[in-house]
């Protein structure tokens, strides 16, 4: 449910980006109410995963790559003075397609790699645990927290860098593509914890699969050819959409 | 917020502290390279590549026979040592898929590290005893061995990048196998393994350690296989750690000889990598 | 591309083609196949000769002392025939010791500069050097340690590690530059190299993903190298050093020039010593046969035995981390 009257969480305004010559992302504004999900749904190579390496400033550790335009997280830009991409990135967590666990670490040791990181006080036995409860994997491996992360299936581990993401007490989560690479089970449990999550975050999710959109966000942005090319509430961006491009591609024509 | 500054002043630290490995490393290579050139260029002249040694305190003369000696020696160890070990690498990458072959490989590979001096004892022990005598060829067989297991694993690696649908053509076409491994597919790898041949001469004739029992040394020209050689790598030794400074000029002169050969058969080999007789694509 | 008839002569028509051919034992086939075998088998010949020579080499003085007893006995004297191994596997342990404390932080630094924290194209600038590094003939290393690096101990860096360290026994004696420093230091600069270069080649198989993990988490550069990077790289950086040690061991005319030609054992790095490599590479030539020959065989034995495991060891490991831990999950 979008709450029009409340500050965005994330604004975006005449956001452009370049990397290896290429025009990536064209002129893109748009902004993201608190605790709400937004999807962002586009063709392959249409910049959706580049637009959210924006928001944490992971695109400019990209070779070549540059940007124009302001991206805001609770007003405050994000290319200002004085702001420290480490420090943004304990706001802004992410979540990658392929769960990238550390391969040498424990289960445990993983999920509170964040706060040991950042120095961050506190219980993190408790931590971790809230954190994985939050993932919904506390119950599968809390009899196992010192095994190798490995040992955990394809959606276990993801599930587990979600709540490795999450135990760092990011306002906001970037999801790129996370249950592409999942079985339909595992898919549906973490579409549920997004669900879930939208209590307490703000999330922006890139995914190539038009009904796990529908079914998860709020709102959905239709990237095409690194323009924004309509963006609105998901039921109206399904059933009704404004621009001819979104209709073909929602229905399937292309993409 | 100290906590991030310490964070970022560690950052900064660990960075330059790995910037400075690349100058430490880089300062005995231009020490070593400028000193050869400096103080070996002074002794180079006609005399100094073609005259023999002249005694100690007797101004001129010229390391002639060692230059020449090592080219005979290395000469001996590549005649030696290419057709085994190209031939090996060959026989690795045509039939090497079995057992045999997995041994065969491992031992190339475990062998390529066998410190040179233990070389040098070898052919001391299968050319020198029995011919009662040292010689070029016991000190060629020495460099030989050492060549034998980096040639055949290069080999292999080059015979197996040349693609599979070349080989493939010319045996539906009904030729036989060997003349498509010899005219096809070795015809394809042969820049490659130029090159590779190229390097691991350029790394003989960098030995010293196998020569200093097997060819030792000779104070005159040297024609034969039988007998006593001087070579580059062994006068150097002498010059250096003897205690005149006349050869000790000489030394460096001879090393600079030597960086010389060395690197001019690296940059022939490098060279023919780029050319169009390399490893083609 | 070659077309497969630029590089043949095609039967020419009107011959019988192979397939009306009666069939018969293709001889030219088979021994080419003959050849390359026998070739192959050169290999594994070579291996032969060289444990058979050292072996019958040395049995002579092994068999009257007995390996353990050779290798501990300390005393090496040529004249009254008293063969012992010890000052010499000492010799070769402290000084290969000393070239890797040196060596390998160096290395593991400079690999990960080049491959982590450098713009791209400074590694490909930089591996000229570095193979040329590589490429300098021994003994010409061992001319410049002697008339630059031993001077340099011995003005300079030995004074000053006796004045601020000389409470330990490592740098009590008088420094006269020639010794198991001068030999660990030249051997460093002689490794370096190796462990660098197969270094990076493991680095670069750290996946991308495990870096922006950590990235994201909101890790500084060294951070997530200290995180994400070095702990999946340790299996093949261990395997780089242990090669580096390989052939530190081996080492031999450097080693020869700068370390003094002392058969003794000694805490201090200041004094003269002997290694493996050099006590055989400055006596075999005049061991008048009989058990010199043969006592210095057997250290080459020895150095063979132990070159050999350390190589195995070491690709082995090398070979396991190119595989990674275990792969990151798809």
């Not at chain 1, 005449?14 to 002129?27: C, I, K």
């Not at chain 2, 590979?109 to 005893?129: F, M």
């Not at chain 2, 016991?138 to 034998?148: E, I, S, Y």
């Not at chain 3, 630029?6 to 050849?35: C, E, F, H, M, Q």
């Amino acid at each position: 449910m979008i709450r029009p009257q409340a500050r965005p969480k994330v604004e975006v305004q005449d956001l452009n980006a370049w990397f290896r010559g290429v025009h990536a992302l064209r002129g893109v504004t748009l902004s993201v109410p608190a605790n709400t999900v937004l999807a962002i749904i586009g063709p392959s190579g249409c910049g959706k995963s580049t637009f959210v390496r924006c928001i944490n400033r992971m695109h400019e550790l990209v070779p070549g790559a540059h940007q124009s335009g302001h991206i805001l997280v609770d007003g405050k830009d994000l290319h200002a003075r004085g702001v420290d991409p480490v420090d943004l990135r304990r706001r802004v967590g992410m979540v990658f397609q392929r769960a990238n666990p550390f391969p040498t670490m424990s289960i445990l040791d993983n999920v509170v790699a964040g706060l040991k990181l950042n120095g961050i006080r506190g219980n993190h036995a408790e931590i971790a645990e809230t954190s994985l409860r939050q993932a919904a994997l506390w119950d599968e491996v809390k009899d196992r927290l010192h095994t190798s992360a490995l040992s955990l299936s394809g959606g276990q581990q993801q599930r587990l860098c979600i709540a490795r993401a999450l135990a760092i007490g990011p306002e906001v989560l970037l999801m790129d593509e996370p249950a592409s690479a999942l079985d339909p089970i595992a898919t549906a449990k973490i579409e549920e914890l997004i669900r879930e999550l939208r209590e307490q975050l703000t999330i922006v999710i890139v995914t190539h699969n038009m009904q796990q959109a529908a079914r998860v966000s709020d709102a959905t942005a239709f990237f095409y050819m690194g323009e924004l090319v309509e963006h609105g509430p998901t039921e109206q961006i399904f059933t009704n959409p404004k621009e001819s491009r979104t209709e073909d591609y929602v229905t399937g024509k292309f993409g | 917020m100290s906590s991030r500054m310490r964070r970022r002043a560690v950052n900064v630290a660990m960075t330059a502290l790995c910037a400075l490995g690349l100058l430490v490393a880089l300062v005995p290579l231009a020490s070593v390279l400028w000193l050869v050139v400096s103080k070996g260029i002074r002794g180079l002249n006609l005399d100094f590549f073609t005259q023999l040694p002249t005694p100690v305190g007797e101004a001129g003369g010229g390391v002639g026979n060692a230059i020449l000696g090592s080219l005979y020696i290395v000469g001996i160890a590549s005649a030696i040592g290419v057709p085994l070990g190209v031939g090996a690498g060959v026989y690795l990458a045509e039939r090497g898929g079995g057992r045999a072959g997995d041994v065969i490989r491992f031992t190339a590979e475990v062998l390529s590290g066998v410190p040179s001096i233990i070389v040098g004892i070898v052919a001391y022990g299968l050319v020198v005893l029995p011919m009662r005598r040292f010689s070029a060829l016991a000190g060629g067989v020495g460099l030989a061995v050492l060549m034998v297991p980096t040639l055949a694993r290069s080999t292999e690696e080059l015979v197996r990048l040349v693609p599979r649908h070349l080989r493939e053509a010319s045996l539906a076409l009904g030729v036989s196998e060997w003349r498509t491994s010899l005219r096809v597919v070795l015809r394809t790898a042969l820049g490659g393994i130029l090159t590779a041949i190229l390097l691991a001469v350029a790394r003989a004739s960098g030995e010293t350690a196998p020569l200093l029992f097997t060819s030792l040394n000779n104070q005159y020209w040297n024609w034969r296989a039988d007998q006593p050689t001087a070579s580059l790598t062994v006068q150097i030794f002498n010059y250096a750690v003897s205690p005149y400074e006349d050869w000790h000029n000489k030394a460096w002169s001879a090393a600079l000889v030597l960086l010389l050969l060395v690197g001019a058969l690296s940059l022939v080999a490098r060279f023919l990598a780029r050319s169009r007789f390399g490893a083609q694509r | 591309m070659q077309r497969a008839s630029d590089i043949l002569t095609v039967r020419k028509p009107g011959r019988l083609s192979r397939i009306a051919a009666p069939v018969r034992a293709n001889v030219p086939d088979k021994a080419w196949a003959a050849v390359l075998t026998v070739l192959g088998m050169a290999v594994l010949a070579v291996a032969a000769v060289i444990i058979v020579e050292l072996w019958r080499l040395s049995s002579g003085v092994l068999a009257r002392t007995g390996v353990l007893s050779f290798i501990v006995e300390s005393n090496w004297d040529v004249v009254r025939d008293l063969y012992g191994a010890l000052p010499f596997i000492y010799g070769t342990l402290i000084t290969s010791c000393v070239a890797l404390v040196l060596a390998v932080p160096v290395s593991v630094g400079l690999a990960l500069f080049l491959t982590e924290m450098a713009p791209p194209g400074v590694r490909s600038i930089v591996s000229f050097p570095i193979a040329l590094l590589a490429g300098i003939p021994s003994v010409v290393y061992g001319l410049w340690g002697l008339f630059v690096l031993v001077p340099l101990l011995r003005g300079h860096v030995e004074p000053w590690l006796a004045a601020t360290l000389g409470f330990l026994p490592f740098f009590r004696g008088p420094p006269i530059g020639l010794g198991y420093l001068a030999a660990g230091v030249i051997l460093a600069i002689m490794i370096l190299p190796t462990i660098t270069s197969i270094a990076i080649e493991v680095l670069r198989t750290v996946p991308l993903a495990l870096r922006e993990a950590a990235l994201a988490l909101g890790a500084t550069r060294w951070e997530t190298i200290r995180m994400a990077v070095l702990p999946y790289a340790r299996a093949g950086i261990m395997g780089a050093t242990i090669l580096g040690l390989g052939r530190a061991l081996g080492e031999t005319m450097a080693v020869t020039m700068l370390i003094g030609n002392s058969p003794t054992i000694s805490s201090s790095l200041f004094s003269p010593g002997y290694s493996l490599p050099a006590v055989i590479a400055n006596e075999f030539a005049e061991a008048s046969g009989g058990l010199h020959t043969g006592a210095l065989a057997a250290l080459g034995l020895i150095l063979f035995a132990v070159t050999l495991l350390l190589n195995v060891a070491a690709r082995m490991l090398v070979r396991i981390s190119r595989r990674g831990p275990a792969r990151v999950a798809a």
